[in-house]
């Protein structure tokens, strides 16, 4: 990690030029532009049906938008699946979304940055907090919500984002909807790749939602995501979640090995234990009880 970028993980803001600025305007327009599209005819759908495929147009075209250039590698399950992904940025959201229109489990934080966490509401996504504690049968229900109205559901098992170079081990509380897995379901490993500028793009560290959505907003030109929708499998009904997660981390793994050419290296930022927020925002304090993972 170069020191610049050390600097933006640890909270520093980087100045934005005019130029930036200008792009920022510009990618702001165009979304507005794209919210005065979709938002209409998804909430117009939603009268009549569940299901509404609008904010996966929009999420693609948002990604487009935003620099993203999604590349998709192997097929992805249209419905009855769970998504276990690896986890870079918020621009997760968008290339995932665009490719498979499903639904998500993200960390609160993404609600923060500016358009994206309101528009990842719109398509039904869960939020976790690593700082508060949540019932975790209200969780999983707000999962499997999800998966009715969108057919599949994608999490980060991770817990937070990290810089593309890493994977942190796998949280399971969320995996407990596997146990037993629900009739017909399916896990599909999904392994994210941003190539060179995985570490550019990646959410890290101390770095607002906001600083890293203007950051990537100012930024010129595009970059390429690809998507590698990897060999799916059965939860087995004799199966626990830490089997589930360990199979698809393992996949996963393999494929990101792959990708750089290299060993992965260790995550250079602290990160705390996962924890769920509840309804009201209440939660233990961290003494008084422990994470769930």
């Known amino acids: 990690m170069t020191p610049e970028r050390a600097a933006i993980a640890a909270g520093e803001k980087q100045p934005i030029s005019v130029m930036g ?6 990618r702001g327009l165009m979304l507005i532009a794209l919210l005065a599209v ?63 229109g499903t639904a998500f489990v993200a960390k609160a934080e993404l609600a923060q940055a500016p358009v994206v966490g309101w528009l990842a509401g719109l398509n039904r996504t869960v939020y976790v907090q690593r700082e508060a504690r ?3 049968a209200d969780q999983i229900n707000a999962v499997r919500e999800a998966m009715v109205d969108n057919w599949s559901v994608t999490i980060f098992p991770e817990g937070t984002t990290t810089d593309g170079q890493s994977l942190l081990p796998f949280k399971t509380s969320l995996l407990k909807m596997l146990e037993p897995p629900p009739p017909g379901v399916l896990v599909q490993p999904v392994m994210l790749d941003y190539g060179a500028v995985a570490e550019e793009i990646g959410w890290i560290g101390e770095e607002s939602g906001v600083h ?18 990897l060999e799916p499998f059965a939860p087995d009904e004799n199966s626990d979640r830490k089997i589930i997660a360990a199979r698809a981390r393992h996949a996963i793994e393999a494929k990101l090995r792959e990708r750089l050419g290299k060993d992965l290296r260790a995550f250079a930022i602290d990160v705390a234990p996962v924890r769920y927020v ?3 925002g209440e939660g233990s304090s961290p003494a008084s009880k422990p994470p769930i993972e």
């Open 21 to 26: 600025w200008v792009r920022i305007i510009l």
């Open 38 to 100: 979709f938002v209409p005819l998804h909430y117009l759908y939603r009268i009549f049906a569940y299901g509404s495929p609008f904010p996966k147009y929009f999420l693609k075209f948002a990604g487009r938008i935003c620099g993203a250039r999604a590349r998709r590698e192997g097929t992805a399950l249209r419905r009855d699946v769970v998504f276990l992904a690896n986890h870079v940025s918020w621009v997760d959201i968008l290339v995932l979304a665009g490719a498979s």
């Open 134 to 136: 949540r019932d975790v």
């Open 212 to 229: 890293n959505a203007l950051r990537i907003l100012s930024r010129r030109g595009s970059f390429v995501v690809t998507l590698f929708f």
């Open 278 to 280: 509840g309804k009201r």
